[in-house]
């Protein structure tokens, strides 16, 4: 998965007025709270790779 493709999850995936995940709710019609689990793990990712390119600089 590239940048670009994270950056389209979190574009879909925002929080909606009421709290609930939109993207979960327009897509799967599920009431998810807001971060859900897509979010989650993007946001994850891209914490990897700045730790990732941190390091690498650290060097």
Known sequence: M????????LAVHV???DGICVG??????????YPCWQVDWVTSRQARAITVR??????
């Open 54 to 59: 941190f390091l690498a600089g650290a060097r």
């Open 15 to 17: 929080r909606g007025l």
């Open 24 to 33: 979960c709710r327009a897509w799967w019609a599920r009431l998810t709270p």
């Open 2 to 9: 590239n940048g670009g493709q994270e950056q389209a999850i």
